[in-house]
């Protein structure tokens, strides 16, 4: 085929991603130097419509980015008004004290927000610097420079046939080039993938993990809303067959987020991580809260839960990960947004320095050095021990010598070091015949639902003659390996019910329905022959969340 040629456009900083990372980077350049030419592209349809967060935001970030706020309208409304912590059997709940917890498990001073809108104000302002950001922009690849370095990205190309080849309307899309390219994809980003496999920056590290977490949004019976409370769980539904949680926020308008954390680091294949969460609005607590309200909203995404250890080099040739990118989530906290903030920060004041200095295309090593002796590589070194605590001892052991831990690294000493996380999470699970298929209750269409059901309220369309986006290496893995050796588990460990084994003459095929996928890259991480690569598919499509 004769290579494609595309029309090619000049910035001084290329942003992927308008979340919270990309945005505060814009932002912040512009605070800078108001004639840095300054780009953001989303894949999104519209700002916010992929974001999918808890959320309790610690504003920290906010603060040094845009210190007056709330004159200038952020939507943070809800203040945290009660934390609880609660062990949750299969009947009843246990409170667990807040006094024993270190300081920085408080969420005093916290709000519940809805990060999709946090973003939509957030690129109302960067537009008002003089940012131009492009929703419906899917970055499919880099653009490599003469001397190896990232140069660029080709963003907005449309019309491929199913193939891959130019359909009739095809449209090539742009080159947009930038003396330097933040990638701020979120967990898992195609782009980010390939950047860390290219410049080995994952190299000595700690290999990253993750969970998959799954949120609906509930309006609920004005007497049972408790606006500003703040609710996380451990224990059943989930037991020793993996580590996760709940999280359980009131906002305002009778609305509450209804959400459940699963590791991927789970052994047993047959589990089923959104049967879980289903299962989990059914203990007596939840069910009471929720009886005689209705979902609104469903979606998933992946989490980064590698910390500290897992977190690669920052930076290569021409190019800066910021955010979950990288993976700077606090797990005990559940917190990220902040620290994805204060990272766009750090990376246009270290990219303004060296475009001041008339560099281009080199390593931003100023940005580095901020993430890891800064407030981000404070936050995170102090709960580092935490997630490979509660993989390797389980979770009365994490929460106790996790606590201890904890405390000691408030005063800057730990008494375990820094412990590793061993496999990765495809690497953890084990062959099926090593474990019992679980039963799972059939949802009844109250409390719980289908995931194709569920899916229908992530508003998620995709454009069914493009190519599908999600890659297999090899086409015979699924049913000759994964199937025999591990039930195939891409049935279960998706929440949007994309793979599919079915019997055709006889015989099992695999099936990808690429059109539910909400974009949550679980496929990406948990496969065990890791043979799925989650590529962007056109711009513009998949969920469309409102209030995530």
């Known amino acids: 085929m004769a290579e494609i040629e595309r029309e090619a456009m000049e910035y001084d900083v ?10 505060s980077a814009a932002i912040r350049l512009k605070q800078l130097d108001s004639d840095l030419e300054v780009v953001v592209l989303e894949k999104g349809s519209e700002v916010g419509a992929h974001i999918l967060s808890g959320a309790v935001l610690d504003p920290c970030g906010l603060d040094a980015l845009i210190p007056d706020w709330k004159e200038k309208g952020a939507p943070l409304n809800v203040p945290v008004k009660e934390d609880n912590f609660l062990m949750l059997g299969e009947a009843g709940q246990v409170r667990i004290p807040n006094f024993p917890m270190p300081p920085l498990m408080n969420n005093h001073g916290n709000y519940i927000v809805s990060m999709g809108n946090v973003c ?18 899917a970055c499919s690849e880099l653009v490599y420079g003469d001397n190896g370095e990232v140069k660029g990205v080709i963003a907005g190309e449309f019309g491929k046939n199913p193939d891959g080849t ?41 290999p990253q993990k993750y969970g998959i977490g799954m949120k609906e949004i509930w309006e609920i019976d004005p007497a049972k809303h408790k606006e500003g409370t703040v609710t996380h769980t451990m224990g059943w539904p989930l037991g020793k067959n993996a580590g996760g949680g709940s999280f359980i926020y009131h906002l305002d308008n009778n609305q509450v987020y209804v959400g ?5 680091n789970y052994k047993n294949p047959h589990l089923f991580p959104y049967m ?61 947004n902040h620290n994805a903030m204060l990272s766009g920060k750090a990376a246009a004041e270290a990219a303004y320095e060296a475009i001041k200095a008339n560099r281009a295309g080199d390593e931003l090593a100023a940005y580095e050095a901020e993430v890891r002796n800064g407030a981000i590589g404070e936050d995170l070194k102090k709960v580092r021990n935490v997630k490979p605590m ?20 408030t005063f800057g000493f730990s008494f375990f070091g820094t412990l590793g996380h061993g496999k990765n999470d495809a690497e953890a699970t084990e062959e099926a015949s090593k474990h019992q298929p679980i039963d799972y209750p059939k949802p009844d269409g109250v409390l719980s ?93 998949g969920p469309n969340y409102p209030n995530m």
């Open 14 to 23: 290329v942003i992927v991603g308008a979340g919270p990372a990309g945005l």
């Open 120 to 137: 939509r104000w957030m690129a109302e302002q960067a537009e008002a610097l003089g940012v131009e950001i492009f929703p419906g922009m």
């Open 166 to 206: 130019p359909g009739p309307a095809y449209e090539p899309g742009m080159e947009l080039h930038g003396k330097y390219v933040f990638l701020g994809e979120g967990v898992r980003g195609s782009l980010s993938k390939e950047v860390i496999a290219k410049y080995g920056l994952s190299d000595g590290k700690e």
């Open 260 to 264: 459940f954390v699963v590791h991927l």
């Open 276 to 336: 879980e969460f289903q299962r989990f609005k059914h203990h007596p607590m939840v069910a009471e809260l929720l009886k005689g309200g209705k979902r609104v909203a469903y979606g998933a995404r992946a989490i980064t839960e590698g910390g500290w250890q897992s977190l690669p080099k920052l930076v290569a040739p021409g190019v800066a990960l910021l955010g979950c990118a990288a993976g700077m989530v606090n797990v005990p906290r559940i917190k990220g």
């Open 390 to 409: 509660w993989s390797k001892w389980g979770l009365t052991a994490s929460l106790m010598l996790g606590g201890l831990d904890m405390w000691t690294n």
């Open 449 to 541: 639902f289908d995931r194709l059901t569920n899916v229908s309220f992530s508003m998620t369309n995709h454009e069914e003659s493009q190519p599908c986006h999600l890659r297999l290496g090899n086409q015979d893995t699924p049913i000759k390996v994964n199937l025999p050796k591990f039930a195939e588990p891409a049935q279960r460990y998706c929440p949007a019910g994309v793979y599919e084994v079915v019997e055709k003459d006889g015989q099992p095929e695999f099936v990808i329905n690429f059109q539910n996928c909400v974009h949550c890259k679980t496929c990406d991480i948990k496969d065990p022959s890791q043979n799925i690569t989650w590529t962007t598919p056109q711009g513009g499509d």
